[in-house]
């Protein structure tokens, strides 16, 4: 509070001698007021924490806010940017799509929350269409088509075939039952009860063990012979590494084999994704290969005609040409005593 007051006094010493403050106008004097909603109200108050991870605090505030002279007690700002002055390919892309017509850049992204896929959890990705796409109706549309149409939307960020975004990842997020009650559903949790899992230690820590930035696969099965009591597990959601607006249905996303394919490469590549305390999301690699792996990667996730074990492969080749060997050798016995059966007879 003291802050505050001492910004106002410096402004108002600005403008009593006729200096206008707003050349020297930094995010950080911004944030003096309006990281708090109890002194500007909750439609002007900005997230500090969330804000500095985005790439519009690079450009600071007065990149898009026109601040008059007589801020703050003229209360009204006007926008002298829009997005498409520095988006202007993306802003392009997306007044062609459906959603052009329909929906203003803001009515999707907080420009001060404006977070890179990367950053965020499907589930945050999906927060956005579901401002206008109610789950049900989704689920009307979807099911006409789709098998398993409540699994696919819970486990696929809409993004993820709803743009010509090639580039995907499995990425896993650690989950427990609401209040840990044996029916409840499963919720990503997060960073405080994170924290209180791990300690002092790093939320990561909770399954990168050593902390070298990197999940292996005897970190992940240490983690499950652990995880009874607290009841964690992981949840999989296949999210885009980048999203380019071009938002409609992409053809080759109605044939089942753009993901249920034996290893395609959207699964060779997978993450853990971690709550951090600000909001945001941080990924750890996990060791290649550990989601196409059903006997050493992790139990929770299974694709139809992606996950693979080559134990299991060897196995099935196995009794395949044990089932083709009875009958193929008993023709060729029968062939090759095809003369002492004619003799007895």
Request: net charge negative.
């Amino acid at each position: 509070m003291k802050t505050h007051i001492l910004y106002l006094v410096a402004v108002a010493a600005c403008l009593t001698f006729g200096i206008s403050p707003v050349w020297a106008m930094e995010a950080e004097d911004c944030l003096a007021c309006h990281s708090s909603a109890d002194d500007v109200g909750e439609d002007n108050a900005v997230d500090e924490q969330l804000f500095n991870k985005t790439a519009h605090a690079d450009e600071g505030c007065t990149a898009c806010h026109e601040i008059g002279d007589e801020h703050p007690y003229e209360l009204q700002s006007a926008m002298g940017a829009t997005c498409v002055d520095c988006h202007y390919d993306i802003g392009e892309t997306y007044a062609a799509s459906a959603h052009g017509e329909n929906a203003t850049c803001v009515d999707c992204h907080n420009p001060h929350k404006a977070l890179a896929p990367v950053n965020m959890s499907g589930t945050q990705m999906n927060a956005a269409c579901l401002t206008c796409h109610e789950t049900a109706d989704m689920e009307s549309v979807h099911d006409r088509w789709l098998p398993q149409t409540d699994l696919h939307l819970a486990s696929v960020a809409c993004v993820s075939c709803h743009s010509s975004t090639e580039k995907l990842a499995v990425t896993l997020y650690v989950t427990r039952r609401l209040e840990n009650r044996t029916y409840a559903d499963y919720e990503i949790v997060d960073y405080a009860q994170l924290q209180q899992l791990v300690g002092t230690q790093s939320v990561t820590a909770l399954l990168d063990a050593v902390q070298d930035g990197e999940i292996s696969l005897d970190e992940m099965a240490t983690f499950y012979a652990g995880n009874e009591e607290s009841g964690l597990r992981l949840q999989a959601m296949m999210t885009p590494e980048t999203v380019d607006h071009d938002f409609r249905t992409i053809d080759n996303r109605f044939d089942c084999t753009y993901c249920h394919a034996a290893g395609p490469e959207s699964m060779q590549d997978s993450y853990v994704a971690f709550p951090q305390q600000d909001g945001t999301f941080k990924r750890l690699p996990l060791e290649k290969g550990a989601t196409i792996d059903v006997l050493f990667g992790t139990p929770d996730f299974y694709m139809v005609g992606a996950t693979r074990s080559k134990v299991m492969d060897i196995l099935g080749l196995l009794i395949l040409l044990g089932g083709l060997a009875l009958p193929v050798g008993h023709g060729t016995m029968r062939f090759l005593t095809r003369k002492n059966r004619r003799k007895e007879h």
